[in-house]
T-cell receptor, first 112, second 112 residues
Framework: DGGITQSPKYLFRKEGQNVTLSCEQN?????MYWYRQDPGQGLRLIYY???????QKGDIAEGYSVSREKKESFPLTVTSAQKNPTAFYLC???????????FGPGTRLTVT | KQEVTQIPAALSVPEGENLVLNCSFT??????LQWFRQDPGKGLTSLLL?????REQTSGRLNASLDKSSGRSTLYIAASQPGDSATYLC???????????FGKGTKLTVNP
């Protein structure tokens, strides 16, 4: 069953704690992406990776970090430096030649 | 900087009606355009992908058109059903980049 999985679905953390969101894909895509979605705003790109062991900052990378040690996995860490971490986080993957992107089910993070 | 606009922000129609959702973008140098559907609290489902060299794509009751020169795309939904109720998002991939730029979406409600 091919697709993208994100875990957990809901995550609650206290302010000041780092938290890591999981994203796994079995679509054999080279590229993976992390987006943030807030009410009333479009999706905004946090980080993306076009190949293993390489990644680039998106539009809102401050307060976030990522790694890409395996083709299938692209975890996102929300650090204590992120001022407004409460949001819905979506992971996606895509590949050549069309660059069509496929999305996971999302993780809703609440920080209090 | 590419900007994507979707009008209207919300649309309510009776069941059975044919409808059109609009998407406009400011920079015509796009690689492709994707239409997505998002149900409340869920991830994005890819509906249609139009490559920059194409004028339209069809899937079932959905038809998407692309006019690069005018910076516009439309998503036509025929014979709407209550199950079509969702938020529809338009996104473009810039030429030379794999990054998607999203509009804020149109929230569609189809009333029985």
């Amino acid at each position: 069953d091919g697709g993208i999985t994100q875990s957990p679905k809901y995550l609650f953390r206290k302010e000041g704690q780092n938290v890591t969101l999981s994203c796994e894909q079995n679509l054999n895509h080279d590229a993976m992406y992390w987006y943030r979605q807030d009410p009333g705003q479009g999706l905004r790109l946090i980080y993306y990776s076009q190949i293993v062991n390489d990644f680039q900052k998106g539009d809102i990378a401050e307060g976030y970090s990522v790694s890409r040690e395996k083709k299938e996995s692209f975890p996102l860490t929300v650090t204590s430096a992120q001022k407004n971490p409460t949001a819905f986080y979506l992971c996606a993957s895509g590949g050549t030649p069309t660059y069509e992107q496929y999305f996971g089910p999302g993780t809703r993070l609440t920080v209090t | 900087k590419q900007e994507v606009t979707q009008i209207p922000a919300a649309l309510s129609v009776p069941e059975g009606e044919n409808l059109v959702l609009n998407c406009s973008f400011t920079d015509s140098a796009i690689y492709n355009l994707q239409w997505f559907r998002q149900d409340p609290g869920k991830g994005l489902t890819s509906l249609l992908l139009i490559q920059s060299s194409q004028r339209e794509q069809t899937s079932g009751r959905l038809n998407a058109s692309l006019d690069k020169s005018s910076g516009r795309s439309t998503l036509y939904i025929a014979a709407s059903q209550p199950g079509d109720s969702a938020t529809y998002l338009c996104a473009v991939t810039q030429g030379g980049s794999e990054k998607l730029v999203f509009g804020k979406g149109t929230k569609l409600t189809v009333n029985p």
